[in-house]
């Protein structure tokens, strides 16, 4: 990511964008480019299969009973492009970082857990909010995106790299400040698309 804060410097065109995401993808690591490519692959597959693949993949809060697979696999199914546009470059500046620190297996299981846990609250907040409302709609609901996946990754390299700051489009922000600037823009990117 610091890599394409200095392509950009004198404003974004096609072709510095496009060089600056091959080179980001070209040094991430194994399970960072999966990750990446599963969540890319997941929101055009979305489009193009549509409910077929969202009743299958996506988390539907009615249906995680026999499918408790939706747990894992709803972190891959983006349904908002600006979030897409979001994550997956966040994916890759995180996973660029930690993969190596923590590893694949640990980072593995770290996101396993996370998308596993998150998804599950979500799972009980729509079945309490069905109880309260009474609207089976929400028992039903589609829900999916590697939002709680990614602020997780912003977490983790606030634990490992706190003190640490990098610089971006001129902007010098420290790592443990991370977190709060992903949680305020995913925020603005929900409420406005």
């Known amino acids: 990511m610091a890599d394409i ?27 960072t480019k999966a990750l990446a490519g599963l969540t890319v692959a997941g929101f055009f597959l979305q489009l193009a299969a549509g409910d077929a ?13 026999p499918k408790f697979w939706m ?5 891959f199914v983006e349904l908002n492009p600006a979030q897409l546009v ?3 470059p966040l994916i890759l500046f995180a996973g660029n ?23 599950a609250l979500i799972v009980a907040s729509y079945i ?12 039903y609901a589609q829900v999916g995106g590697f939002t709680a996946s990614a602020a997780a990754l912003m977490v983790g390299l606030k634990q490992e790299l706190g003190d640490e700051a990098f610089e971006f489009k001129g902007v010098r922000l420290r790592f443990k400040f991370l977190p709060l600037v992903y949680f305020a823009v ?8």
């Open 86 to 88: 979001l994550n997956v």
């Open 186 to 193: 995913a925020s603005v990117v929900a409420l406005i698309f």
């Open 5 to 31: 804060g200095a392509t950009l410097q004198d404003g974004p065109t096609l072709q510095s964008v496009s060089r600056a995401a091959r080179g980001a993808v070209a040094k991430a690591g194994v399970l």
């Open 53 to 65: 693949f969202r009743r299958q993949f996506a988390l539907v809060p009615a249906k995680v009973i």
């Open 128 to 139: 309490f909010a069905f109880i309260f409302a009474r609207t089976v709609t929400l028992l």
């Open 97 to 119: 970082l930690l993969e190596p620190l923590w590893g694949i297996k640990d980072l593995a299981q770290f996101l396993a857990v996370v998308n596993g846990v998150t998804f």
């Open 71 to 75: 747990l894992e696999t709803a972190a």
